[in-house]
């Protein structure tokens, strides 16, 4: 699903079953959910931001700027 508004930006949503994913995506930026990935792009920030709680990142290697 895309919509591309003559005016305004494109984003939309795809689906695709063979590889269990769902994509997010606008023009410069987009969000994966895959069977067991989650993958953020953009050409911008990516902020994460708790107003109440804690931000926690857990795996077994957390690498930043590499």
Known sequence: IVCAPSNGPV???SFSPDK???VFFTDDASITLAKDVVHLEAEGNINITS????VN???NKVKVNE
């Open 51 to 54: 107003k109440n709680g804690n």
């Open 20 to 22: 269990q994913s769902i």
């Open 57 to 59: 990142i857990k795996g």
């Open 11 to 13: 984003f939309g949503l």
